[in-house]
């Protein structure tokens, strides 16, 4: 009889013992910063949120696309306002090459801004710290950043090529405003057609150069 109550005694410490411990772990990650931990009301929690994050990710889109589309609507009618006759009745102009990409850029009196097929370069150029600084270095090394505004037409290739054929073309139509221009320019290499391209493929290879592995035997 003695051994039995104190096993009971034991049972109910313990079953005593468990219920504390659960009840310590459940008030400890039950809630932490303010989100329900338990696996059912997290699930529920997410569930309900879910919707209503989408929601405002739609509308946030929606308000984005709706921006990008006037602000091109625009930068097209400035395009059309300071050249009525187009890209071909321009008087000062240069096109610039790179790989397969080709930039058409035209300058006209202005306050420094740069637009790129009707958007402006932050935009088209995806905020690329080099492609932005290359397309603006031939003007800032004269010192005209605020002097024109730089209107372009570009097309094939990637950015990075668009980006270099841009700066080939700036320089190139600074000098059609002013002659003067060209030293300082040939000077720092703005002036030079980087003619490198991909090298082609050839038949037995791989690649241009790579070729399969060689087994003797």
Request: glycine share 10%; with cysteine; charged share 20%.
């Amino acid at each position: 009889m003695a051994t039995i109550a104190a096993l009971t005694t034991s049972l109910g410490s313990w079953q005593l013992t468990t219920t504390s411990c659960s009840d310590s772990l459940g008030s400890r990650f039950s809630v932490q910063n303010g989100v329900s931990l338990r696996p059912v009301l997290r699930i529920a929690a997410l569930r309900s949120s879910v919707p209503a994050v989408a929601g405002s990710l739609k509308v946030s889109a929606v308000a984005g696309g709706a921006l990008a589309e006037e602000q091109e609507e625009d930068l097209e009618g400035y395009v059309k306002s300071v050249l009525p006759g187009g890209f071909a009745a321009a008087k000062i102009w240069g096109t610039g090459r790179r790989k397969t990409a080709v930039a058409r850029v035209v300058l006209v009196d202005g306050s420094g801004q740069i637009i790129i097929n009707n958007r402006t370069a932050q935009d088209y150029l995806q905020g690329n710290p080099l492609w932005l600084q290359a397309v603006k270095y031939p003007l800032a090394s004269l010192g005209y950043e605020q002097k024109y505004d730089t209107i372009v037409r570009a097309h094939g290739g990637g950015l990075s090529a668009q980006a270099q054929a841009i700066l080939l073309g700036i320089a190139r139509a600074l000098i059609v405003a002013n002659q003067a221009n060209r030293e300082p320019l040939k000077k720092q290499g703005l002036l030079t057609r980087d003619s490198r391209v991909v090298e082609r493929k050839k038949y037995g290879l791989k690649k241009a150069r790579k070729a399969p592995q060689f087994s003797k035997r």
